[in-house]
């Protein structure tokens, strides 16, 4: 996957040593996952754009690794079928 990433992207494919650095770098809990978690408490602090970087900040950028947005994640798991039903 990295390396068809890199060929879309025009740009040479980093070395295997260096793609299992990073990935050992986010995944936090050291269980070969890498969980949307992980992913945010890595990225989420990101407030600064560059031109080549996919990531654009915005306001939401620190809700979204908040304790906030996880809870209100949980609530609407919770509570998926009836929140369902109402939609319907």
């Known amino acids: ?8 992207a025009n740009t040479p494919t980093p070395a295997y040593a260096i793609i299992k650095d ?16 992980e992913w945010q408490q890595t990225f989420g602090n ?9 990531i654009k900040p915005t306001h939401l ?3 979204e690794n908040s304790a ?8 609407i798991a919770k509570n998926r079928k009836q929140l369902i ?3 319907r």
Do not use: C, P, S
């Not at 996957?1 to 879309?8: A, Q």
């Open 1 to 8: 996957m990295v390396g068809k990433v890199h060929d879309l």
């Open 22 to 37: 990073l990935f050992d770098l986010i995944d936090i809990r050291q269980d070969g996952l890498l969980d949307l978690h």
């Open 46 to 54: 990101v407030v600064e754009g560059n031109a080549q970087l996919t």
């Open 61 to 63: 950028t620190q809700w």
């Open 68 to 75: 906030e947005y996880e809870q209100i994640g949980t609530l």
């Open 85 to 87: 039903e109402q939609f």
